[in-house]
């Protein structure tokens, strides 16, 4: 049973010759031929393991990646009709690093269109299924690497953030879901959705995994212009180390909006931060309830502009008839999205179209700095802070599709960390009543992923529930 | 409230349709995130900065240095239409 090992350990027993990296690659395959049609987490997996020559850490073993990130040679589809048939012509940075060290890969997960919405619902081909219960979503975007990586499907996957895409499905699904700060991982490769927030991120089963994997896909690219010049550090080594005397704000006041299950998961999150040593206090973010009004004026801005490439001249899928050139961008642009693509471009033309770019573009930006300033004051004070990473459990498939607010309300608790570049982490926080997992959000100031992988390690040491993971 | 004319006209600038069957339900929604997101116009942010971006970087510049670029072939290879090593597209000039 290989395929319900950790990263980690696969690695361990790889370097003993106990386990070729080929037997755990047969083992997924294995895996997802069983479980697929019903999770249907890939969009694409690979029946033939590509041996990677290179010596590296990762000694061959096959990792997923979301359909929103570059494999040379292999289709790059972002969940949509739009880019339904296009292969990809060079690797995505975080991608190269991957193989430099040594990693193979299993297949590309599924994701909703674009990157855009919370429960994989509006992808192309159709909804990823909640491994711990198929009637309901696994969150979004990053559902599919969610839902492989805990259904065994996956050992461990990349997904990418925009308002929560790597958290929330992380927390839905019970695995671990980080977001770097902005700047840490080269966006390059990455299909763009909002480019000021997009950021890529492991999914992993433990926190040791998430620094494994983080440990290789950070660092300056002179491809992504973002790119942060910061040194790679060791992230293993903030891994089970004594948080004693740490400083924790709890945002007390995100809870009045939480489900009963949630609520009580934090009080008992809390008490364990406590007998850990950790000194927790309720904090104020005067501004965070705006910032879900706040992303979905930027994101769909940056959206609008980024997606006016998908015109069915350079690449992807174009419309059959069409009298000129103009009805083909139009008739290539319906027929290639999808509706919730569609509602976030119109959104982002509309708020950047003269006389409505000051009411609400040029606010939003200013918002967003109200919202940094709240979080710059916090961490003068406190080392992190901690919140719900979702206001309730999984909810069901369907429950949501035909009401786009409600779907983005859910993001609430996960998108100031995109507005403010900070790094949050999503660790399982135990069962809701219904058998659900739920998540602790982490976060910290920006490259101050230090603090959240001695904290994520410290509590998933009292505190984990990789025992339940529906991997039988 | 967001006319169904403007949505229209939006649609217009996007270069995309919205399908007249769906043309209230599209608008109603639309409407509904735009109303939702009027609370921003409870706060006074006429002496805030706006953060155009987030991070602290100031014009990244880079070498001027001649790279190889992609194989024009296996780009052309995921186009709709080329023809001569160009992408193809519909006439555009009118003789």
């Known amino acids: 049973m290989l395929y319900k090992k950790t990263l980690h350990e696969l690695i361990e027993l790889v370097d003993r010759g106990e386990v070729k990296p080929l037997e755990v690659f047969e083992s997924l395959l294995k895996r997802i031929k069983e479980k697929d049609e019903k999770i249907n987490a890939y969009v694409n997996y690979f029946e033939e393991y590509e041996a990677n020559d290179r010596v590296g850490i990762l000694k061959g073993l096959p990792l997923a990646v979301k359909d929103n990130m570059h494999i040379e040679g292999k289709p790059t589809t972002c969940s949509s009709r739009m880019l339904s048939n296009f292969i990809a012509i060079f690797d995505a940075t975080a991608v190269r690093k991957l193989k430099e060290n040594g990693a193979t890969f299993i297949g590309k997960t599924n994701l909703d269109e674009f990157a855009m919405g919370s429960s994989t619902e509006t992808s192309y081909y159709g909804v990823t299924k909640n491994p711990w219960d198929t009637t309901r979503v696994p969150g979004g975007s990053s559902g599919g690497s969610a839902a492989a990586v805990a259904s065994g499907e996956a050992i461990a996957a990349l997904g990418s953030d925009t308002g929560g895409s790597i958290r929330q499905p992380a927390s839905l699904c019970g695995v671990v879901g980080l977001k770097p700060t902005y700047g840490r991982v080269s966006r390059f490769g990455l299909v763009a959705f909002a480019s000021s927030l997009d950021q890529i991120g492991p999914i992993t089963r433990d926190v040791r995994d998430a620094a494994i994997l983080m440990n290789i896909i950070c660092g300056f690219d002179p491809k992504d212009s973002t790119s942060a010049r910061v040194e790679c550090e060791d992230f293993t080594r903030y891994l089970n180390q004594s948080i004693n005397g740490m400083k924790v704000g709890i945002y007390e006041k995100s809870l009045m909006d939480c489900s009963q299950d949630v609520q009580v998961a934090m009080e008992e999150s809390v008490r364990i931060l406590e007998s850990l040593g950790c000194k927790v206090s309720p904090i104020e973010l005067p501004h965070a309830k705006y910032a879900v009004s706040d992303y979905y004026i930027i994101a769909p801005a940056e959206a609008s502009s980024n997606l006016a490439r998908y015109d069915g001249v350079k690449y992807g899928f174009r419309a059959e008839e069409f009298k000129d050139l103009k009805e083909m961008y139009i008739k290539t642009r319906w027929q290639g999205f999808g509706e919730e693509v569609k509602r976030r471009i119109m959104l982002g033309t509309y708020v950047l179209s003269s006389g409505y770019y000051d009411a609400y573009y040029l606010k939003a930006q200013k918002l967003r700095g109200l919202i940094k300033q709240d979080f710059d004051n916090l961490f003068k004070e406190y080392h992190c802070i901690i919140s719900p990473t979702t206001p309730t459990e999984a909810f069901k498939i369907g429950e949501k599709a035909d009401n786009p607010l409600q779907m983005y309300l859910s993001d609430i608790f996960t998108i100031p960390a995109n507005l403010t570049a900070i790094p949050a982490i999503s660790i399982p926080n135990g069962l809701s009543k219904n058998g659900l997992p739920l998540g602790l959000q982490i976060m910290a100031d920006v490259f101050r992923e230090d603090i959240i992988f001695k904290v994520a390690s410290a509590f998933e040491r009292e505190f984990n529930i990789r025992d339940k993971l529906p991997l039988d | ?95």
């Open chain 2, 1 to 95: 409230m967001v006319e169904k004319e403007e949505v229209q006209r939006v649609a217009q600038l996007a270069l995309l349709e919205i399908e007249p069957e769906q043309m209230d339900k599209f608008s109603r929604q639309f409407n509904e995130i735009l109303e939702y997101m009027e609370e921003i116009n409870e706060l006074d942010l006429s002496q805030c900065e706006a953060a155009f971006h987030i991070t602290e970087l100031k014009n990244v510049f880079r070498e001027d240095k001649v790279e190889p670029s992609y194989n024009r072939d296996v780009i052309l290879k995921n186009a709709p239409d080329s023809e001569d090593g160009a992408f193809r597209v519909p006439k555009v000039i009118e003789r």
